[in-house]
Structure formats: structure tokens, C-alpha cells
């Protein structure tokens, strides 16, 4: 019984564990930069389909983004999304203006944003996955969301140093989970995405700062999974690039500063013209009640 007790041994596999023969080859990755501004660069595999870039739609509103497809199509990653733009809060004073919820407001030098309440993390995740990351997949089922505190505690420490100043800022995060159906074929996916959100002075902003995740086979979720976590971890921001922003930043700072002291300006001359077109007028008044004449 000895030599039919090994083969048995010899034959034991872990339940769900892939073969050998199976197992996707380990692979290979070239770093690639943003396209658009060089503002940023990250490693994906080689052979993958791979776009986006930073967005610029205004001085102050940049977005990144990026879309990894591999070879079989079955693997699709993301990061960021140029097409959500930043968004203000309602307001009584907004609603007074006719800027009501959905309805695009715009403070000036080219920035747009929308109108909208604001949502936590886990909320914004759940809804793209069910409103974008999911289209033209059928049977679509959230099986899991959680919010991840612990990944922005850091974060909110800094933040929070700004409360004294009469701003309130924080970020929430949160993460879904989720099935779906393309072709025939079941695809898992997982995003995660973290919504940053800045109060004060009578405004509410917010805009997302975190949004990432994969769509894929079930048969490559261990794969897409891994791919995702050493694009993130090989993400460079570009110093030159942050650094050639920041100016552009106080750039727009200083002409949004010197615009309003040139209304101020304005506004103040014309109260002091009419005042002195006023004094003038109340002294000829007077010199003729009194008989006086100007001699020059």
C-alpha cells in the first residue's frame, strides 16, 4: 500500500488553486511617460494597449488619467477620469443665481464646475462602477462596498491643521466590489475611490482625488490585481512639471488678485469722482451765496 499511498500524496492540489501548466507567465513591464505634459510616469506591462495622459481644461484644472488593455482584452485598468470635472456644492446663494443642482457654474478664467451635493468615497466608487466602468455588461451586481478610513488618515492628520484658518478639508475613501457579465463571459472588478472635500467662508468644493480599479475575466482577477498594484506603486509625478504648475498656480493667484484690485479700483474712483464732482458743485454754490469770485 506504501507505493499507492505516495501517488496519492503525489496527487493532492489545493481546492481552486490553478495548475502549474496554468499559471500566468510572470510579466514584463516598461515605464511609460504622460504623452501630453511629461507630468507623469508609471510602469505597465509591455505588451498592454496603454492611454490618457494629463487633461488640461483650464490654468488650475488639470486631470490625469490612464487606461491599460491587455493583448486579450480580457484585463482593463484605470486611473483617474478626465471627464469628471470638480464640483461646488448648492447653495442658497447659487440657487438665488439660478445655478440649481446638475446646472454647470463657472467662478471664471476657464474653470467649469457642477453643480452637485457632495458624495463620500464608497458612494462615488459604487456609482461609476454602476454608471461607467460597467457599460455594455449586463446582470451587474455590487457584491461588496466598504469605506477605508485607514487609507487617508494620514491625509486628514495634515488637513486638519487648517481647521484654525476657518477651512475644513477632508478626504473619504471607500472601495466596491462587484460582477458583471460581458459577451457571454462573467468579469469581476474593484474600484476605489477617494473624494476630497474643502468648507468655508460660505462655499462647499469637492472633486475626486482618488479613483482606480480593474474590469476583468474571472480567470484573470489575480493577474489584473497584480498588474494594478505595481502600476500605483511605480507612479512618479514629474518635479518639473509640479513645480512649472505651481507657478502657473500663483500666476493665476496673482491675476485673479490684481483683477479684483482693479475692480476695486475701479469702483473706488468712481465713488471719489463723484465725490469730488459733488465738493465742486457745492463750492460754486456757495461762492455765489456768498459773492465770491475765483481769480486765477
Not at 7 to 16: C, D, N, T, V, Y
Not at 209 to 232: I, N, P, R, T
Request: a neutral charge; hydrophobic letters at 40%; glycine letters at 8%.
Amino acid at each position: 500500500a506504501e507505493e499507492t499511498f505516495a501517488k496519492i500524496l503525489q496527487s493532492f492540489r489545493i481546492a481552486g488553486a490553478p495548475s502549474q501548466e496554468k499559471q500566468e507567465p510572470a510579466a514584463s513591464f516598461i515605464r511609460w511617460q504622460d504623452p501630453r505634459e511629461n507630468a507623469f510616469s508609471l510602469e505597465v506591462p509591455t505588451e498592454w494597449k496603454v492611454s490618457g495622459g494629463l487633461f488640461r481644461f483650464a490654468s488650475v484644472d488639470t486631470r490625469s488619467a490612464i487606461e491599460a488593455l491587455s493583448p486579450d482584452g480580457k484585463i482593463r485598468i484605470t486611473g483617474g477620469d478626465p471627464e469628471i470635472p470638480p464640483f461646488t456644492e448648492p447653495s442658497p446663494t447659487l440657487a438665488m443665481a439660478g445655478f440649481r443642482e446638475g446646472s454647470w457654474y463657472s467662478p471664471g478664467y476657464g474653470v467649469n464646475m457642477m453643480v452637485r451635493r457632495y458624495m463620500p468615497g464608497t458612494a462615488f466608487a459604487q456609482e461609476y462602477v454602476m454608471t461607467k466602468v460597467t457599460r455594455g455588461c449586463s446582470d451587474v451586481t455590487v457584491t461588496e462596498t466598504r469605506d477605508r478610513p485607514d487609507a487617508v488618515q494620514a491625509i486628514n492628520a495634515i488637513y486638519a491643521q487648517y481647521g484654525a484658518l476657518g477651512v475644513a478639508m477632508r478626504l473619504s475613501a471607500g472601495e466596491a466590489a462587484f460582477t458583471c457579465r460581458k459577451d457571454g463571459q462573467l468579469m469581476q472588478g474593484y474600484y476605489f475611490a477617494g473624494t476630497q472635500s474643502t468648507q468655508g467662508y460660505g462655499f462647499g468644493l469637492w472633486h475626486v482625488e482618488l479613483l482606480f480599479g480593474y474590469l476583468a475575466a474571472s480567470d484573470k482577477l489575480a493577474q489584473a490585481q497584480s498588474v494594478l498594484e505595481h502600476m500605483l506603486k511605480t507612479f512618479q509625478l514629474n518635479p518639473q512639471w509640479a513645480q512649472m504648475q505651481q507657478k502657473i498656480t500663483a500666476s493665476t493667484s496673482q491675476i485673479v488678485s490684481r483683477t479684483h484690485q482693479e475692480i476695486s479700483n475701479i469702483i473706488s474712483s468712481s465713488y471719489w469722482y463723484r465725490q469730488g464732482v459733488m465738493d465742486e458743485l457745492s463750492r460754486r454754490r456757495s461762492n455765489v451765496i456768498l459773492g465770491v469770485e475765483d481769480v486765477i
